[in-house]
């Protein structure tokens, strides 16, 4: 949602600040704003629009002096982006600054009590009453205002405040938004993620919701709610340092379509073991799991999709019915927990709210719940019964590649491991399985080698209006993928149709040149696809086919035609996939738009 930097210590703050906003910026980009204790006062530069206007205006943090700061890359949800509402926000005196990533959900009523004190607004954020509320709260002790404030807030916050008072120090709060901080020789930072501050430090404390933090060059001092010392013990980061950079590619999302084979191969890899499915993490006995009655699994946006695969490949192989369901769906609909049910939430970052909020509610209810997460550490991960990690990597780009396919290939292995379990397919099938499993990151290298076939077509196609993507079974789950990508990163009106359904309405809309992209993977269902083609084309759509090399007849229904290799057809969404996603790269960068950084989108969906 937003990003948030602060650093104290031997060096320039500002230079690293801006340094860890830029690793940042798939947070939010619509402005950014930095503030420096100069050695006399708390000196702010704010800029709307990316973070290269702040970069430029400030000449690299040079015209800031100071050796502790804090800074912010927005992403706006109460007031529109302008250079008045990028944080940091202070009070009137200019002697507290404020950074937060979260919604004050009763900004209004505090808004309202603190302007019948006195207190004048200049902004249109929720933010602001923060930095009103620490002047209202504050006798001298920082820790004791931050206690008060959040004491009274309701919603979600990673803050990071400055107190002219205490110069030399950053103190830092979080609840239901992300925060870590970083300790080394040199300095200390605090980060909403961990790419802001990989190139300085591998020593990270992850705060948990509540807690408070002081840093000083002498000092990291932790405390509870409450204002009680709390000890915490740190982590090493063990992450490849370059993993969160280009590395040569023009575009993080071009890297990271790259980097699936390697992506997959480290999540299933561990995983098998002596030709058996091993899932240690799992939280699970092999009798609880025979006796699962149903799973439930909740996620939002391109993880949803990953469930709805999920949903086909569970119940073809481990037949136990599954429920899908969108997490801001869910959450508000009063679920029902069945005795024996299994609630599995999938989320990239492990801080979607409406994720959280569902895990919470399943937890409240007693209910199991599994994550499949990719950041180590995040909210979902750490509140969860039980946790499949995702060994994607950092994921940088806004929309989901590398997660997403991890995500498959995650509910493919409990698939198999409920399937073997509960008797439901035999050691052959499953044999058979497994081989298919180790095969496909080398199927989607050789799918990777033939792109710029997808980037032909994709030329062909930058002016289109609307592009409707159809399927049927795990084809179509794998269109609500292709469809989402697309329209995401290229801003063309796309649609997913289960193929079956266009005739019962959206057919109308079918007309000259109409795009379809059909996908048609699934042997048993090609036939019941091709009838819908043939529909389609009849009303004088133009269709892509994406199919596998049996069946070469789609030549004879399709206007272009795009082979997959065969693997099992309930993996086939792992292969399919790739054709899709470059596809839309290769129309988001035809109309030279901003691959990595859609329009109005962040990476991380940490409020409603
Ligand atoms: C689309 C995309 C989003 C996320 C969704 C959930 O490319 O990335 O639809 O999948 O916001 O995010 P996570 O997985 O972090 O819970």
Redesign the pocket.
Known sequence: MCGIAGYIGKEPAAPIILDGLSKLEYRGYDSAGIAVFDGESIHMEKAMGRLRVLDEMTRHGALLPGFCGIGHTRWATHGCPSDTNAHPHMNAENTIAVVHNGIIENYGKLKRRLEQKGYRFASETDTEVLAHMLTEYYRGDPVEAIEKVMHRVEGSYALGIMFLDHPHHIYAARKDSPLIVGTDDTGKFIASDVPAILQYTRTVYYMENEEIVCLSNEHTRFFNIDGESIEKTPATIDWDIHAAEKGGYEHFMLKEIHEQPKAIRDTISPRIREDDIVLEELGLSDDAIRALQKITIV???????TGVTGKYVLEELARIPVEVDL?SEFRYRNPLYAPGSLLI????????A??LAALRDAKAHNCHVLSI???VGSS?ARESDAVLYTWAGP?I?????K??SC?LTVFYLLAMKFARLRGTITPRRFQTLLDALRLLPDQIEGLLSQKEKIQFFANHYLATEHIFFMGRGIDYALCL?GS??LK??SYIHSEAYAAGELKHGTISLMEEGTLVVAVATQDALYPKTVSNIVEVKTRGAFVMGLTTLPHRDMENHADYVLYVPQTENCFMGSLSIIPLQLFAYYVSLGRGLDVDKPRN?A???TVE
């Open positions: 996620a939002c946006g391109s993880a949803y999709h997490a939430i999938v989320s990239q970052s492990g801080e979607t409406d994720s997460v990719n950041v979902i994921e780009s806004v929309a989901t590649t997660a997403y995500q993928e989402l990508k995401e990163i989108l990476k991380s969906v």
